[in-house]
């Protein structure tokens, strides 16, 4: 299997080297593919701009979420994001139908292609950007069906996904279940609807050489809801110790309870199933959802 599902919108550093020239040529220069995401393919433009191009119809509006909300989440947020340098429109003389934008370049190397072990650096970083990103949203803020919402409503599909198997063993399937349930019996979120990443994952995570949080990308989920969500990330992303690190912090930066952490691991366990239901166990986004599932057992 590969890292991402399959496209349905054919993109490829000549269509993007061409949207850049038709649009905005004082930026032209050299282009070069350097990602197939989930959602969009990511090509670096010279040595200071990315260009994002959706590659599944499904998420291609998704795009003008990131371009309305990610200037004013940039503005008060401590860590660096990827706000549009400039904003792309359909283009049909070029047989290309959707939104898309140039971003900036981060340096550094993804926390997906590193272990565990070796993101702990991050883990104080990235609390403090969860924090300052989990503010009230306002009321004309994105809502997303698979994000955000209470965890009953995530029941049906996360059902099917065990039905399917999710790891070889029973046993291991019937922990996850148990984990799963606890995340449901928990309270829901009663309070305003707060601003979440939604796919904060080490994918969308850049590592400084230090190991330090450098940037948080790919916001295409980017909506409001419970802020639980995001929290998700202490079991995507850590190991035991740095994710006692991160929810230590957490615990100091803003009201936290035990609902709260469970319905976090229940999204943990969302978001580690759907990558192995949809691509399998191996390679880089593979291993992310396994160790998503062996640490939500874990603790």
Known sequence: MTDAPEPDILVDA????????AQHPDLAGPIELVANGWDNAMFRLGEHH????????????????????????????????????????????LGFGFPWSILPWFDGVSAADVAPSARAAAATSLAGFVAELAVSAPADAPTNPYRGVPLAERDEVVQGRFERGLASEPEKIEALRAVWNRGLAAAEWSGPPTWLHGDLHPANLVLAASGDLAAVIDFGDVCAGDPAGDLATAWLTFDAP??????????????????????????????????????GASGRLGRVGVHALDAVLAD
């Open 14 to 21: 000549r269509l993007a080297g061409q949207l850049v020239a």
């Open 50 to 93: 990315l260009v994002r191009l959706p590659r599944r119809t499904i998420a291609a509006g998704l795009v003008l979420h990131e371009q309305r909300w990610l200037p004013e989440i940039a503005s008060r947020v401590t860590v660096p994001v990827p706000a549009p340098v400039r904003i792309g429109r359909p283009d049909p003389e």
């Open 242 to 279: 740095a994710r006692a690190v991160f929810r230590a912090e957490i615990d100091r930066l803003r009201a936290t309870d035990a609902a709260m952490w469970d319905r976090a691991r229940g999204w943990a366990l969302v978001l580690g199933s759907a990558i192995i239901d949809a691509i």
